[in-house]
């Protein structure tokens, strides 16, 4: 990986980290699916919302804004 892409995926992933503490998760895990495109997935640790039983949810990130995956 070249060091503008590590820098650029570590900034989408504090957006997306940003994002999911406001919508009360944890942690993110960045991912790639199978076209390459990163994503990252939201894991609450804590509370009722605990996702470590469920499945986590899913949050992309484009030009600087995070947002639920679509199915």
Do not use: Q, R
Not at 14 to 31: D, P, Q, R, Y
Not at 32 to 56: I, M, N, Q, R, W
Request: hydrophobic share 40%.
């Amino acid at each position: 990986m070249t060091k503008e892409k590590y820098k650029k995926t570590m900034k989408d992933k504090e957006i997306a980290l940003i994002f999911a503490k406001k919508n009360s998760f944890s942690i993110v895990v960045s991912k790639k699916d199978d076209a390459g495109h990163v994503y990252f997935e939201a894991y609450a640790l804590d509370g009722p919302e605990c996702s470590l039983v469920t499945a986590p949810k899913k949050i992309v990130v484009t030009e600087g804004k995070a947002a639920w995956m679509e199915k």
